[in-house]
Antibody, heavy 124, light 111 residues
Framework: EVQLVESGGGLVKPGGSLRLSCAAS????????MNWVRQAPGKGLEWVSS????????YYADSVKGRFTISRDNAKNSLYLQMNSLRAEDTAVYYC?????????????????WGQGTLVTVSS | QSALTQPASVSGSPGQSITISCTGT?????????VSWYQQHPGKAPKLMIY???KRPSGVSNRFSGSKSGNTASLTISGLQAEDEADYYC???????????FGGGTKLTVL
């Protein structure tokens, strides 16, 4: 059974940093592109970042470019999101999601499995 | 403001059919057959319902179907059931600078 379990969320002050983790199990993690998608309280979904299976291709939404860094450790079946210079508007539940389907340069057609999410609150 | 436009809410009675629209532009929905739909119950993770415009993952009821015409994609749910009550989000690939865009979500109420 595919499982994605996020951790690392919490309360952080504006300008602070946080590192999210996503532990994967039930599939060959090193074969899949992975993504972070967030959802602000009461709002819709927003794609944040994507990383290809071997970390060769990495992409970011403009809203987080230069502040967030996605990475993965295939030996540990884990995905990470290092978030720096956090702002109030980064407050959201952060989901990790597996990408699958038709893939080009690490970008795949759709997100087939999602974790339960971890809440990040940026507030003074 | 979300990149893709969805109605904020739709409703229907059990057994009826409803359609949720998802309007984008020629840079996203109109250019790629990479539209997917996700169902989200309150406090839960999104669940894939439709991918690549009209394909249904294994385990998803055939009451769910997807289509696309021009810059607008649609999700149709037939034979509405109480458990279909949820938020629904469309998503489209938007090219190699924006990558993925989502709709603002549609709250489906089963009356």
């Amino acid at each position: 059974e595919v499982q994605l379990v996020e951790s690392g969320g919490g309360l952080v002050k504006p300008g602070g940093s946080l590192r999210l983790s996503c532990a994967a199990s039930g599939f060959t993690f090193s074969s899949y592109s992975m993504n972070w998608v967030r959802q602000a309280p009461g709002k819709g979904l927003e794609w944040v970042s994507s990383i290809s299976s071997s970390s060769s291709y990495i992409y970011y939404a403009d809203s987080v470019k230069g502040r967030f860094t996605i990475s993965r450790d295939n030996a540990k079946n884990s995905l990470y999101l290092q978030m720096n210079s956090l702002r109030a508007e980064d407050t959201a539940v952060y989901y990790c999601a597996r990408a699958i389907g038709y893939c080009i340069n690490g970008v795949c057609s759709y997100f087939d499995y999602w974790g339960q999410g971890t809440l990040v609150t940026v507030s003074s | 403001q979300s990149a893709l436009t969805q109605p904020a809410s739709v409703s229907g009675s059990p057994g009826q059919s409803i359609t949720i629209s998802c309007t984008g532009t020629s840079s996203d929905v109109g250019s790629y057959n990479l539209v997917s739909w996700y169902q989200q119950h309150p406090g839960k993770a999104p669940k894939l319902m439709i991918y690549e415009v009209s394909k249904r993952p294994s385990g998803v009821s055939n009451r769910f179907s997807g289509s696309k015409s021009g810059n607008t994609a649609s999700l149709t749910i037939s034979g509405l059931q109480a458990e279909d009550e949820a938020d629904y989000y469309c998503c489209s690939y938007a090219g190699s600078s924006t990558y993925w865009v989502f709709g603002g979500g549609t709250k489906l109420t089963v009356l």
